[in-house]
């Protein structure tokens, strides 16, 4: 996973969808409020992350892999309470690819 190199080159601990699958939701979200403790946090919400059935409109919809259903992303988002949550965003959305809706005559 090349695209990932320089995260690692960071320091960064990237939960991939791999390892989620393999830890859990629970794990996963242990590493991550020990990882950040008690500092500032800017949550993005990269709707990439999401499975295609469930976001059809993001902008790189990778065919054959399972993203997180929206209940699975709640749990990570609800986690987040209590922490010194500073602000957020959700990428990705590309309303372009929304079929127009057609009025009726």
């Not at 695209?3 to 969808?17: A, C, F, Q, R």
């Not at 499975?51 to 609800?78: H, K, R, Y």
Request: aromatic share 6%; proline share 7%; charged share 25%.
């Amino acid at each position: 996973m090349d695209w990932l190199k320089p995260s690692y080159e960071h320091g960064y601990d990237v939960i991939t969808m791999d390892r989620y699958k393999q830890i859990g939701a629970q794990q996963s979200i242990d590493i991550i409020r020990e990882r950040i403790g008690d500092r500032p946090v800017y949550i993005t919400l990269d709707l990439d992350c999401l499975d295609p059935t469930v976001a059809p409109d993001v902008s790189n919809i990778e065919a054959g892999c399972q993203g997180f259903m929206m209940d699975q992303v709640m749990e990570l988002l609800q986690a987040t309470r209590g922490m010194n949550i500073i602000g957020g965003d959700v990428v990705c959305l590309m309303p372009q690819k929304t079929a127009p809706i057609k009025s009726r005559p």
